[in-house]
Structures are given as C-alpha cells and as structure tokens.
C-alpha cells in the first residue's frame, strides 16, 4: 500500500507502508533488519540509512535535519500513529514541547540526520534527546545509537529494566524553544545527555532511537506496553539538538 504524507513542508513525497509497518522516508533507503516488533533487536544493529536529501534538509545545523529511517511499532500505527502525519517535521528543528513530538511506540525505532556539520566530541555532552516525559516517574525510555556513515553504529549502554542509566527518554524538557528570553542552552534545557567520549566516537551525522519501554514497564503494574494500552505506550520524540554545532 502506497499512502501519501501530507502537511511536511519540506518532505513531500510518498511513503510505503508496509503490512509490518516499516516507513520509508523520502531520500532516505531503507536500512538493515527494522523491526516493528514489540521486542527491540537484541543483536548490534549495522543497517544503512542515507543521509537527507537538500529537499528534507532544514537550514539549521544546530537541531536534528529530519528522519533518516522511521520503523515504528504496529501497535501505535493501528493506534493513529501520533505524529506519523508530519514525522520530519516534528522530529527536526528545537525542542517544542510535549505534543510536538512522533510516537515510536514499544520497540520503535528511527533514525535523525543531523547533517552535514554533524556533532563532535568536545568536552563534556555533545548532543541532547528531548523526549516528553512528563516526570522522572514516567519515563519511556530508548537505547541511543550513534553513526558517522548511517552504516557503522556504535551503542550507548541503556540500562532500562534498571535505573536507566544511559537511555534517552527519562529527563523532561526544561526549556523549550522560544521560552527563554536570554538565549537557549541545549546543556541546561533538559532531555538526556550524551558524550561521545563513552562509546569512543569522533563524530557522528547519525543517531538512531531503539525503543526499550517494554524492558521498564514489563515489571510494574499496569504494563504501559501491553496490548490493550492503545499504543500509547513507547519512546515519543521531541528534538535531537547538537551542543557544540559551530566547531
Ligand atoms: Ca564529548
Ligand atoms: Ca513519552
Ligand atoms: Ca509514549
Ligand atoms: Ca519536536
């Protein structure tokens, strides 16, 4: 089934649905083994993405460009798929808040452009997933991949059936974009912070989300991922911003 995606000014252009749910983004080839399935891969994900085309490319470098590769859960897509209307969009530019966001679902996953210019490892964090927890309490958390090529990944350590030490997806938003009237600090604003310096990496133009709710909910009460939660459950992406764009 060919289905077009409407209202993403800078990505117009048809996108095939597939019956498990694996969405190919304009200028983007499809990559690796995706699963849509409720259970994130457990094997190293090596699948290639392809970087944005001009045309999905937005002008800042400071803010992830759009969505390389967008494989989310079936749950959420049979759900209405909050956010699969307008996923570059949403997914590019600063973080905007809660609703602005695109719902993987439990065991989602996707991957951002970042662009050219890329994020280095400076001293200290080098770039920053907002996510929308609404509290610490209630997070949904994703383990982060990061690529220079789209091919070759490196893994940050996601602790997420423990204290979630390393995953995206547990800290709120501070601050969104346009709240602070003395200029915005991606370090201060919030979201979950990574150093490239842990999985030893240079640089990166990619970074890839793999929802990981399940490991979380599974073991409390009223499992947030279990069928019958309407897909709600999984990794809601707000922005992905680079900390040290201008190096
Ligand atoms: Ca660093
Ligand atoms: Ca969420
Ligand atoms: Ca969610
Ligand atoms: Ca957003």
Redesign the pocket.
């Known amino acids: 089934m060919i289905t077009p995606i409407p209202g993403s000014p800078r990505c117009r252009s048809l996108v095939a649905v597939l019956s498990f749910s694996l969405i190919s983004l304009p200028g983007c080839e499809m990559g690796g083994t995706s699963s849509a399935s409720k259970s994130p891969p457990v094997e190293p994900w090596t699948g290639c993405v392809d970087p944005c085309t001009e045309e999905t490319m937005g002008e800042a470098q400071t803010f992830g460009l759009c969505a390389a590769h967008f494989s989310p859960a079936e749950a959420t897509v049979t759900a209405g798929g909050f956010g699969h209307d307008d996923v570059h969009e ?2 590019s ?1 600063p ?2 808040g809660s609703m ?2 695109v719902s993987l679902g439990c065991g989602g996953s996707i991957v951002i452009d970042l662009g050219p210019d890329g994020a280095h490892n400076d001293g200290g964090a080098d770039f920053v997933v907002f996510e929308n927890p609404f509290s610490v309490d209630f997070p949904e958390p994703a383990q982060v991949w990061v690529s220079a090529d789209g091919c070759e990944w490196a893994q940050f350590e996601c602790a997420a059936d423990g204290d979630l030490d390393g995953c995206a997806g547990r800290t709120p938003t501070e601050v969104v974009w346009g709240e602070e009237s003395s200029g915005w600090d991606a370090v201060n604003a919030g979201g979950d912070l990574f150093d490239l310096e842990v999985v030893a990496v240079d640089w990166i133009r990619f970074v890839r989300l793999i929802d990981q709710s399940e490991s979380y909910w599974s073991r409390r009460d009223g499992g947030w991922c279990d069928p019958g939660m309407g897909g709600k459950g999984g990794f809601d992406l ?2 992905i911003a680079v900390v040290n764009p201008n190096r």
């Open positions: 949403l997914v530019g973080p905007r602005d966001v707000d922005a």
